[in-house]
């Protein structure tokens, strides 16, 4: 069992960076890929970005690429996504996520509550 809880959301404007972090319980952290994913009212969630077991490989939407980054500390327990250049498109809840190296949301078993996202114009 995985239990995982995000931080660093807020209010930025458009131009501006945001750090999240999701903090992993349990000492099986590093056995799963780490994802990211967003969802706006009313929308499916949709796949941002993921990071393998080990940190070494990585994937993004196309929409975020060379914008985020992301990343994980396996001795912390934590991922994280480095957003950088805002744009108020971005806007939505972000989640984390803990299964498979992988773009569905179909292959994550663990999700934490999400974390608001709002960049303004």
């Known amino acids: 069992q995985v239990q995982l809880v995000e931080s660093g959301g807020g209010l930025v404007q458009a131009g501006g960076s945001l750090r999240l972090s999701c903090a992993a319980s349990g000492r099986t952290f590093s056995r799963y890929a780490m994802g990211w994913f967003r969802q706006a009212p009313g929308k499916e969630r949709e796949f941002v970005a993921t990071v393998s077991w080990s940190g070494g490989m990585t994937q993004y939407t196309d929409s975020v690429k060379g914008r985020f980054t992301i990343s994980r500390d396996n001795a912390k327990n934590t991922v994280y996504l480095q957003m950088n250049t805002l744009k108020p498109e971005d806007t939505n809840v972000y989640y984390c996520?803990?299964?498979?190296?992988?773009?569905?949301?179909?292959?994550?078993?663990?999700w934490g509550q999400g974390t608001q996202v709002t960049v303004s114009s």
């Open positions: 996520a803990a299964g498979r190296y992988d773009s569905s949301v179909r292959s994550y078993d663990y």
